[in-house]
Antibody
Framework: QVQLVQSGAEVKKPGASVKVSCKAS????????MHWVRQAPGQRLEWMGW????????KYSQKFQGRVTITRDTSASTAYMDLSSLRSEDTAIYYC????????????WGPGSVVTVSS | EIVLTQSPATLSLSPGERATLSCRAS??????LAWYQQKPGQAPRLLIY???NRATGIPARFSGSGSGTDFTLTISSLEPEDFAVYFC?????????FGQGTKLEIK
Protein backbone atom coordinates (compact mmCIF):
# COMPACT_ATOMS: atom_id res chain seq x y z
CA GLN A 1 0.00 0.00 0.00
CA VAL A 2 1.11 3.55 -0.65
CA GLN A 3 2.81 5.16 2.33
CA LEU A 4 4.46 8.53 2.76
CA VAL A 5 6.56 8.88 5.90
CA GLN A 6 7.75 12.34 6.86
CA SER A 7 10.53 13.57 9.09
CA GLY A 8 9.88 14.73 12.61
CA ALA A 9 9.04 18.05 14.19
CA GLU A 10 11.52 20.91 13.95
CA VAL A 11 12.01 24.10 15.94
CA LYS A 12 13.96 26.80 14.13
CA LYS A 13 14.99 30.37 14.80
CA PRO A 14 13.99 33.18 12.45
CA GLY A 15 16.34 33.39 9.49
CA ALA A 16 17.27 29.71 9.61
CA SER A 17 16.42 27.01 7.08
CA VAL A 18 14.53 23.74 7.46
CA LYS A 19 14.59 20.60 5.35
CA VAL A 20 11.65 18.20 5.55
CA SER A 21 11.82 14.72 4.04
CA CYS A 22 9.11 12.45 2.68
CA LYS A 23 9.93 8.78 2.09
CA ALA A 24 7.59 6.98 -0.27
CA SER A 25 6.84 3.28 -0.48
CA UNK A 26 4.28 0.99 -2.06
CA UNK A 27 4.56 2.39 -5.58
CA UNK A 28 7.12 3.33 -8.22
CA UNK A 29 8.47 6.61 -6.86
CA UNK A 30 9.57 8.00 -10.22
CA UNK A 31 6.16 7.52 -11.81
CA UNK A 32 4.35 10.19 -9.75
CA UNK A 33 4.98 13.83 -8.96
CA MET A 34 5.13 14.93 -5.33
CA HIS A 35 3.65 18.13 -3.99
CA TRP A 36 4.28 20.08 -0.81
CA VAL A 37 1.37 21.76 0.96
CA ARG A 38 1.40 23.59 4.27
CA GLN A 39 -1.23 24.42 6.86
CA ALA A 40 -0.52 27.30 9.21
CA PRO A 41 -2.61 27.64 12.38
CA GLY A 42 -6.06 28.93 11.51
CA GLN A 43 -5.18 29.27 7.83
CA ARG A 44 -6.27 27.43 4.74
CA LEU A 45 -4.10 24.81 3.11
CA GLU A 46 -1.44 26.39 0.91
CA TRP A 47 0.24 24.75 -2.07
CA MET A 48 3.99 25.39 -2.16
CA GLY A 49 5.29 23.50 -5.16
CA TRP A 50 5.91 20.16 -6.76
CA UNK A 51 8.57 17.96 -8.26
CA UNK A 52 8.41 15.51 -11.11
CA UNK A 53 10.02 12.59 -9.33
CA UNK A 54 11.05 11.08 -12.65
CA UNK A 55 13.06 13.90 -14.21
CA UNK A 56 13.42 16.28 -11.28
CA UNK A 57 11.57 19.20 -12.86
CA UNK A 58 10.04 21.54 -10.30
CA LYS A 59 7.45 24.27 -10.12
CA TYR A 60 6.95 26.60 -7.17
CA SER A 61 4.25 28.94 -6.01
CA GLN A 62 5.39 32.48 -6.64
CA LYS A 63 4.77 33.21 -2.97
CA PHE A 64 7.67 30.95 -2.03
CA GLN A 65 9.88 31.47 -5.08
CA GLY A 66 13.45 32.03 -4.00
CA ARG A 67 12.91 30.53 -0.54
CA VAL A 68 11.76 27.01 -1.32
CA THR A 69 13.67 24.19 -3.01
CA ILE A 70 12.15 20.79 -3.66
CA THR A 71 14.46 17.92 -4.52
CA ARG A 72 14.34 14.17 -4.63
CA ASP A 73 16.61 11.17 -4.21
CA THR A 74 15.33 8.42 -6.45
CA SER A 75 17.61 5.80 -4.89
CA ALA A 76 15.94 6.46 -1.55
CA SER A 77 12.43 7.12 -2.92
CA THR A 78 12.46 10.32 -0.92
CA ALA A 79 11.41 13.87 -1.67
CA TYR A 80 12.67 16.89 0.23
CA MET A 81 11.40 20.39 0.83
CA ASP A 82 13.90 23.02 1.90
CA LEU A 83 12.56 26.38 3.13
CA SER A 84 15.00 29.17 3.91
CA SER A 85 14.90 32.58 5.60
CA LEU A 86 12.28 31.31 8.03
CA ARG A 87 9.96 33.73 9.78
CA SER A 88 7.29 33.23 12.41
CA GLU A 89 4.60 33.07 9.73
CA ASP A 90 6.21 29.88 8.42
CA THR A 91 5.13 28.03 11.55
CA ALA A 92 2.90 25.33 10.09
CA ILE A 93 2.36 21.67 9.38
CA TYR A 94 4.10 20.74 6.15
CA TYR A 95 2.62 17.88 4.13
CA CYS A 96 3.95 15.97 1.17
CA UNK A 97 1.21 14.69 -1.10
CA UNK A 98 1.41 12.42 -4.10
CA UNK A 99 0.00 13.70 -7.34
CA UNK A 100 -2.87 11.64 -8.74
CA UNK A 101 -1.16 10.63 -11.97
CA UNK A 102 -0.10 13.98 -13.40
CA UNK A 103 -3.37 15.70 -12.60
CA UNK A 104 -2.62 18.22 -9.88
CA UNK A 105 -4.78 16.79 -7.15
CA UNK A 106 -3.46 14.71 -4.32
CA UNK A 107 -4.39 11.10 -3.72
CA UNK A 108 -2.05 10.19 -0.85
CA TRP A 109 -0.73 12.47 1.86
CA GLY A 110 2.00 12.16 4.42
CA PRO A 111 1.13 12.63 8.10
CA GLY A 112 2.66 16.10 8.17
CA SER A 113 5.78 17.59 9.77
CA VAL A 114 5.39 20.37 12.30
CA VAL A 115 7.80 23.26 11.84
CA THR A 116 7.86 25.92 14.54
CA VAL A 117 9.74 29.16 13.98
CA SER A 118 10.44 30.98 17.20
CA SER A 119 13.18 33.07 18.69
CA GLU B 1 -4.56 33.47 -8.07
CA ILE B 2 -7.93 31.73 -8.00
CA VAL B 3 -9.72 32.18 -4.69
CA LEU B 4 -12.06 29.45 -3.50
CA THR B 5 -14.79 30.42 -1.05
CA GLN B 6 -16.61 27.71 0.86
CA SER B 7 -19.97 27.98 2.58
CA PRO B 8 -21.17 27.61 5.17
CA ALA B 9 -18.20 27.91 7.49
CA THR B 10 -19.89 25.50 9.92
CA LEU B 11 -22.72 23.07 9.28
CA SER B 12 -24.51 21.44 12.22
CA LEU B 13 -26.44 18.30 11.33
CA SER B 14 -27.44 14.97 12.84
CA PRO B 15 -26.44 11.49 11.67
CA GLY B 16 -28.73 10.32 8.90
CA GLU B 17 -29.30 13.83 7.57
CA ARG B 18 -28.19 15.11 4.18
CA ALA B 19 -25.26 17.54 4.00
CA THR B 20 -24.73 20.04 1.21
CA LEU B 21 -21.44 21.95 1.09
CA SER B 22 -20.63 24.69 -1.41
CA CYS B 23 -17.42 25.89 -3.04
CA ARG B 24 -17.31 28.94 -5.29
CA ALA B 25 -14.31 29.92 -7.44
CA SER B 26 -13.32 33.50 -8.26
CA UNK B 27 -13.03 32.48 -11.92
CA UNK B 28 -13.84 29.37 -13.91
CA UNK B 29 -11.88 26.24 -13.03
CA UNK B 30 -13.78 24.09 -15.54
CA UNK B 31 -14.26 20.78 -13.72
CA UNK B 32 -10.77 20.76 -12.19
CA LEU B 33 -11.99 20.73 -8.63
CA ALA B 34 -11.36 18.23 -5.85
CA TRP B 35 -12.82 17.74 -2.37
CA TYR B 36 -10.93 16.51 0.68
CA GLN B 37 -11.93 15.45 4.18
CA GLN B 38 -9.72 16.20 7.15
CA LYS B 39 -10.17 14.90 10.68
CA PRO B 40 -8.34 16.37 13.70
CA GLY B 41 -4.69 15.41 13.77
CA GLN B 42 -4.86 13.70 10.40
CA ALA B 43 -3.82 14.55 6.86
CA PRO B 44 -6.50 15.37 4.30
CA ARG B 45 -8.08 12.51 2.35
CA LEU B 46 -9.13 12.82 -1.29
CA LEU B 47 -12.88 12.26 -1.69
CA ILE B 48 -13.81 13.64 -5.11
CA TYR B 49 -11.73 14.65 -8.12
CA UNK B 50 -12.68 16.40 -11.35
CA UNK B 51 -15.77 17.74 -9.62
CA UNK B 52 -17.79 14.53 -9.62
CA ASN B 53 -15.56 11.44 -9.56
CA ARG B 54 -15.23 9.51 -6.32
CA ALA B 55 -11.70 8.57 -5.36
CA THR B 56 -10.79 4.97 -4.69
CA GLY B 57 -12.55 3.54 -1.65
CA ILE B 58 -14.86 6.49 -1.05
CA PRO B 59 -18.42 5.47 -0.15
CA ALA B 60 -21.24 6.16 -2.56
CA ARG B 61 -22.95 8.52 -0.09
CA PHE B 62 -20.37 11.14 -1.14
CA SER B 63 -21.08 12.88 -4.42
CA GLY B 64 -19.85 16.00 -6.15
CA SER B 65 -21.35 18.23 -8.80
CA GLY B 66 -20.79 21.50 -10.58
CA SER B 67 -18.56 23.12 -13.15
CA GLY B 68 -17.15 26.52 -13.92
CA THR B 69 -17.35 28.49 -10.68
CA ASP B 70 -19.96 26.71 -8.53
CA PHE B 71 -19.51 23.30 -6.96
CA THR B 72 -21.31 21.18 -4.40
CA LEU B 73 -20.30 18.26 -2.23
CA THR B 74 -23.26 16.22 -1.01
CA ILE B 75 -23.25 13.57 1.67
CA SER B 76 -26.55 11.78 1.27
CA SER B 77 -26.95 10.32 4.76
CA LEU B 78 -24.41 11.30 7.39
CA GLU B 79 -22.53 8.62 9.27
CA PRO B 80 -20.81 9.40 12.58
CA GLU B 81 -17.39 9.20 10.93
CA ASP B 82 -18.32 11.93 8.41
CA PHE B 83 -18.11 14.75 10.94
CA ALA B 84 -14.91 16.52 9.93
CA VAL B 85 -13.61 19.51 7.97
CA TYR B 86 -14.04 19.53 4.19
CA PHE B 87 -11.86 21.47 1.74
CA CYS B 88 -12.15 22.11 -1.95
CA UNK B 89 -9.08 22.54 -4.18
CA UNK B 90 -8.62 23.73 -7.77
CA UNK B 91 -5.98 22.53 -10.21
CA UNK B 92 -7.05 24.68 -13.14
CA UNK B 93 -4.42 27.40 -12.66
CA UNK B 94 -1.10 27.83 -10.92
CA UNK B 95 -0.81 28.23 -8.04
CA UNK B 96 -3.16 25.45 -6.99
CA UNK B 97 -5.41 26.76 -4.23
CA PHE B 98 -7.74 25.55 -1.49
CA GLY B 99 -10.92 26.79 0.08
CA GLN B 100 -10.94 27.81 3.73
CA GLY B 101 -12.94 24.76 4.75
CA THR B 102 -16.39 23.84 6.04
CA LYS B 103 -16.61 22.24 9.45
CA LEU B 104 -19.33 19.62 9.60
CA GLU B 105 -20.30 19.15 13.24
CA ILE B 106 -22.77 16.98 15.10
CA LYS B 107 -25.94 18.80 16.08
Amino acid sequence: QVQLVQSGAEVKKPGASVKVSCKASGYTFTSYAMHWVRQAPGQRLEWMGWINAGNGDTKYSQKFQGRVTITRDTSASTAYMDLSSLRSEDTAIYYCARDRGGTGDFDYWGPGSVVTVSS
Amino acid sequence: EIVLTQSPATLSLSPGERATLSCRASQSVSNYLAWYQQKPGQAPRLLIYDASNRATGIPARFSGSGSGTDFTLTISSLEPEDFAVYFCQQRSNWPYSFGQGTKLEIK
